[in-house]
């Protein structure tokens, strides 16, 4: 098992980036989180799980422990896979899936891609007790307005990082800044129009 690799980020993908580590290139997919975290040619400790199936193995990797711990967690739920729980991961913050889950807020975790009312009732049913016995600080009474800016911000990082020109996602970032798109939306849709 890989606990973690250090090493200078090669390649910025849209979900993934490659980290080279001892003249070798690990493929590693990634929350926007994460990826709005690293730069190329920096070097960085990530904090990795690997998921193997039948027909594949794969490496995921995060820039903060607490992010992995909350991956690990979210995979051990009976019908939630790694790309469901990346895709969490992308469209809110490790505090705020704790807080959802405690406070048994199915809305606040169907604002992830594939994620359901009965996908979050089980994620809540599944680890409820195990979140309880975490130390994190709940987020209470964040405005949206608050919320939606932390998301532009990583937002932008992460277009950044991907190599677009500063104006060009300035100006794209301005015209969704108003719209209810989650993180993960925010920068699929920007990606759209950067094109």
Do not use: C, W
């Amino acid at each position: 098992m890989i606990s973690y690799i250090i090493g200078h980020i090669r390649m910025i993908n849209e979900d993934s980036f490659v980290i080279e580590n001892n003249n070798m290139g690990y493929l590693i997919f990634s929350s926007l989180a994460t990826l709005a975290n690293i730069e190329i040619n920096n070097e960085y400790k990530i904090y990795t799980s690997m998921q193997v199936r039948e027909d594949d193995i794969s490496l995921f990797g995060f820039f903060t422990k607490d992010e992995l711990e909350m991956f690990t967690l979210l995979t051990s739920v009976s019908t939630i896979g790694p790309k469901i729980a990346m895709g969490i991961l992308s469209s809110i913050s490790v505090n705020e899936i704790k807080t959802a889950i405690i406070n048994n807020d199915i809305d606040k975790l169907t604002v992830a891609k594939g994620i359901g009312k009965k996908s979050a009732s089980r994620i809540i049913l599944e680890l409820v007790d195990k979140v309880k016995k975490m130390d994190f600080v709940p987020v209470e009474n964040i405005k949206v307005n608050n919320n939606k800016n932390d998301e532009i911000d990583v937002a932008r990082e992460a277009l950044l990082n991907l190599g677009y020109e500063k104006n060009d996602v300035e100006k794209v970032l301005f015209e969704l800044k108003d719209t209810d798109l989650s993180l993960e939306g925010l920068v699929k849709e920007s990606l759209k129009r950067l094109i």
